[in-house]
């Protein structure tokens, strides 16, 4: 275990970078507006999930119950910072997870490469690094239910299991695929290796995956036929519709209804780099076990996307095909050790991690440059503006702002100009076109006379509407 614990050092040591850095967007407010809408919604919880960014319950977006369980880290602190912190815990616990998993089928030593591995892995690091998303906790779930089914930890399995279906309903898609294949795991009579990814399936496996499967199933049910028809229709439906397929469910047909022009939308360069940032750091050592075919639902959840902010690198959504990959990874490294030896497996483990490193410094999907500097150049005449809003007022102002503020003020909301009792934006805030043209409606409601100044700091100003008090 000796040998392990370098592992858990080297977690703590990404850990606190990751924290470091967190603390360091939360004081020069660069987290955008989804920091602070979760922070809404976790501190909503107990009452439906309500946040001003959309406008009512989150579950018009996405079945998140889970959710709940971070109730006390926002109402506790009223701080958006403590999700942040959550989602860099959930991220480095994977390298551990991973060590944990390799140790009966790989050695220590080689289980220990493939933990350090998966720290580097720059797909899942820039998770840790995100702003905060319920899939940033996705990956770690998943790796402790791969670790308790392997196990026999039925209890912990469950625990876990409840907690990943009511994630969101695309990770509760995944999660019916994993159940499947426990239970047809389960069924196999010969158990003859050491664990469940040997093949060798331990009492109560089919059982367990059988029950994942139905709560997956379960759970969206209750989403799409008890709770979506009350709040609205389905918010991500718009990513998945083509001029050949109208939503998910026309478009998983489309490849037999339509086979041409689903090929020409969907097989794409953009995609296609995207795989490869997703294989090449790993030297496609997944490709090398059965178990990368349980990174196929999440992987078409993205890739079928219309919109290339899904599929692209860094971004929350890789959290559905990462864990599977990681998985898969441990038992190619092992394939190679068995077929060859452990010294053959540990160089394609230590290339992996070379080439993780590289991508790291090369296609940092982090992008730390881009975050790790203020947006404005002086915040303190923005504290001072916000500070001149009351509490429970209706506002509205920039993403980074909103995020910063949000888990004060549940009727905050982002870019608008009217419709609020305030708000709060600068003269002179660097700004791409939407900014510029929100500005000149910002400028057309004052001409009207619909909002005026009540206090200004700087090129900051708080505006409150005519009719509010």
């Known amino acids: 275990m000796r040998l392990l614990g370098r592992v858990w050092f080297w977690a703590a040591v990404e850990l606190l970078v990751l924290v470091l850095l967190a603390c360091i967007r939360a004081k020069l407010w660069t987290y955008g507006s989804d920091t602070g809408t979760f ?19 989150h579950f018009r977006y996405h079945w998140s119950p889970s959710l709940a369980l971070l109730w006390p880290f926002v109402a506790l602190t009223g701080s958006a910072l403590w999700l942040q912190l959550v989602q860099a815990v959930a991220t480095v616990a994977c390298g551990p997870l991973i060590s944990a998993l390799a140790r009966p089928y790989a050695g220590e030593r080689l289980a220990q490469q493939l933990g350090i591995l998966t720290l580097l892995y720059p797909p899942l690091l820039a998770l840790g690094f995100d702003e905060f998303h319920e899939l940033g906790l996705f990956s770690v779930l998943v790796l402790a239910l791969f670790l308790a089914a392997d196990r026999g930890r039925w209890v912990s399995f469950a625990i876990c299991g409840l907690a990943a279906v009511g994630l969101r309903e695309d990770a509760a898609l995944t999660l019916i695929f994993f ?20 093949g060798s399936p331990r009492r109560g496996t089919a059982l367990a995956g059988g029950l994942l499967a139905s709560a997956g199933i379960a759970s969206l049910s209750i989403y799409f036929l008890a709770i979506v028809p009350r709040v609205g229709e389905w918010g991500p439906s718009h990513f998945y519709m083509y001029p050949f397929a109208a ?44 178990w990368a075919l349980l990174a196929l639902p999440g992987g078409a959840v993205v890739l079928l996307a219309n919109s290339g902010y899904v599929w692209r690198m860094g971004d929350h959504y890789a959290a559905l095909w990462i864990p599977w990959l990681l998985v898969a990874t441990v038992m190619g490294v092992v394939a190679i050790e068995r077929k060859a030896n452990e010294r053959v497996a540990k160089n394609w483990s230590s290339a992996a991690a070379v080439i993780c490193a590289f991508f790291l410094i090369a296609f940092d999907p982090l992008h730390p440059l881009h975050y790790l500097h203020p947006y404005y150049h002086d915040l303190a005449d923005a504290r001072r503006a916000l500070s001149c ?37 600068a003269d002179d805030f660097p700004g791409d076109p939407n900014q ?34």
């Not at 309500?50 to 009512?56: A, P, Q, T």
């Not at 389960?186 to 003859?192: P, S």
């Not at 005026?452 to 505006?463: D, I, L, Q, S, T």
Request: proline content about 5%; glycine content about 10%; charged content about 20%.
């Open 179 to 198: 159940g499947a294949a426990l239970a047809y795991l389960g069924a196999r009579r010969h158990r003859n290796g050491v664990g469940l990814l040997d």
């Open 39 to 57: 922070a809404q919604i976790v501190a909503d919880a107990l009452h439906g999930m309500r946040n001003g960014v959309e406008g009512g319950s």
């Open 389 to 425: 809003v009351p509490q429970g007022a209706s506002l509205s102002t920039y993403d980074e702002w909103f995020s910063a503020v949000a888990a004060r003020r549940p009727l905050a909301t982002i870019d608008r100009t009217s419709g609020v009792d305030y708000l709060v934006y």
């Open 247 to 290: 939503g998910p469910v026309a478009l998983a047909a489309a490849p037999f209804a339509h086979p041409v022009a689903f090929a020409r939308a969907i097989l794409s360069f953009g995609r296609f780099t995207y795989l490869l940032e997703a294989f090449v750091p790993l030297l496609f050592l997944p490709l090398r076990s059965r």
């Open 436 to 469: 510029r043209k929100m500005h000149s409606a910002l400028e057309r409601e004052i001409a009207s006379g619909q909002y005026r100044v009540v206090c200004r700091f700087g090129g900051v100003a708080a505006y409150r509407r005519a009719e509010s008090k």
